[in-house]
């Protein structure tokens, strides 16, 4: 298992941009897939964006394919989620999530470790 800690969600307004950044703990990160989540009030947690063990493979979905992108760095057990041009729909907890394989996964039940959500907020 590795433990996760999600920062830099905010408040921003449409149009604007934020980072946000998931530290891992251990000795293993580049043995996860790492992926972002994000759930909105009333709603169900979705896939936003995935990176394999080293950043080599990337997906994101059409719905932020263009705006957001995901990057690690294995060197500092980190991976980072830029959202650009954000949307008001884009509002939401983000969690970052770690998969233990080399692939890309998208599937929830396929991430076995979870960071605690960090909030955005996008004002229109």
């Known amino acids: 298992q590795v433990q996760l800690v999600e920062s830099g969600g905010g408040l921003v307004q449409a149009g604007g941009s934020l980072r946000l950044s998931c530290a891992a703990s251990g000795r293993t990160f580049s043995s996860y897939t790492m992926g972002w989540f994000r759930q909105a009030p009333g709603k169900e947690r979705e896939f936003v964006a995935a990176?394999?063990?080293?950043?080599?493979?990337?997906y994101l979905p059409d719905s932020v394919k263009g705006r957001f992108t995901i990057s690690r760095d294995n060197a500092k057990n980190t991976v980072y989620l830029q959202m650009n041009s954000l949307k008001p729909e884009d509002t939401a907890v983000y969690f970052c999530a770690a998969a233990r394989s080399t692939m890309i996964e998208t599937v929830i039940s396929h991430f076995g470790s979870w960071g605690p959500g960090t909030q955005v907020t996008i004002s229109s």
């Open positions: 990176a394999s063990w080293n950043g080599g493979s990337t």
